[in-house]
């Protein structure tokens, strides 16, 4: 186990400098000019050339990229061009948000799949299973922008049990925005748990323990729901990744205080180090997550061999 961890450690060097690579080339590639945001529309040339210069931004872009890799490797990300306050200190403040929002939607979800899927595939082909089959249907196909502002207008404006936007009320705040990117989630985990649960109840190791005693309800939980965890790990740590980018259009949304309304306005503004940083710290996020469910593997299923 130790060498597996190590390994994937180092295997995640060349994936960051490769991301980081991508993040640097493609940021450059955006219309507009970060000096001519600063200095604004109707300034000098002289002027503008000044703010560029003051970013480093005359300089050519590979001694940017080489400035860039210098400072990151010094635990520098830089300072934002817009505020010109430390990057990494606006990210240390909205980044809990972020998470706090990922988590609460992957909450809601398993909240609803598990429950939802493990009765789906017990009771196969009878209503029950129709009713989660639909719901999975309709959670999928609703897109977060059109039912984020709904679950506001029945919920916040109608009935006022929650507020409409902001952090500021605790849990009360989360619970909107978690059931809107959750209940998405949870449509996927509740088809995935399903498939993988009915699979597991057909093989013969099932109807043996039911044969020798086992109760049906101690096969099914016990056993067969164990090992059909595999593929739903492997979703799961997926869909983590797109519940950071889906939370962007959530936090515009509800007036999340995370990353994501951060990253939007600095690539409004043309903001390099504040982008370059957010988008950095969501993938090694992802990565990070994907490590970790690795890991779960073996919990869930004693048989597979890390190596």
């Not at 130790?2 to 219309?31: A, C, E, N, V």
């Not at 902001?166 to 009360?172: A, D, F, H, T, Y």
């Not at 790990?233 to 990353?259: C, D, H, K, N, R």
């Amino acid at each position: 186990m130790t060498q597996y961890i190590i390994r994937r450690l180092l295997q995640m060097i060349p994936i960051t400098l490769g991301i980081l690579t991508l993040i640097f080339s493609l940021i450059h590639l955006i219309p507009g000019d970060p000096a001519v945001q600063i200095a604004g529309e109707g300034a000098r040339p002289q002027d503008i050339e000044n703010v560029r210069k003051a970013l480093g931004l005359d300089q050519p872009l590979w001694k940017q990229y080489v400035t860039y890799l210098k400072n990151l490797a010094k635990g520098d990300l830089g300072r934002s061009f817009r505020t010109g306050e430390s990057v990494a200190e606006e990210i240390k403040v909205r980044y809990p948000a972020t998470m706090q929002l990922a988590f609460g939607a992957m909450l809601v979800a398993l909240l609803v799949a598990f429950p939802l899927g493990v009765i789906s595939a017990i009771y196969r082909n009878s209503w029950i299973d129709n009713l989660a089959r639909f719901f999975a249907l309709i959670g999928v196909s609703m897109p977060s922008f059109w039912f984020g502002p709904l679950l506001i207008i029945a919920f916040a404006i109608n009935r006022e049990w929650f507020p409409v936007s902001g952090r500021e009320e605790g849990l009360r705040s989360l619970v909107l925005p978690s059931v809107t990117m959750g209940l998405a989630l949870a449509a996927i985990l509740t088809r995935m748990i399903r498939v993988s649960l009915a699979e597991e109840l057909n093989q013969l190791y099932v109807t043996t323990a039911i044969a020798k005693g086992v109760t049906r309800a101690k096969a099914i939980f016990s056993h067969a729901l164990k090992n059909a965890l595999i593929p739903v790990i492997t979703v799961l740590a997926l869909q983590f990744g797109s519940l950071l980018t889906g939370a962007i259009i959530t936090e515009q949304i509800f007036s999340w205080p995370g990353l994501g309304r951060l990253l939007i306005s600095s690539i409004t503004s043309r903001d390099y180090p504040q982008v370059q940083a957010s988008i950095l710290v969501i993938a090694l996020t992802y990565i990070m997550v994907n490590f970790i469910s690795d890991l779960l593997y073996g919990v869930a299923d004693p048989r597979i061999k890390l190596e």
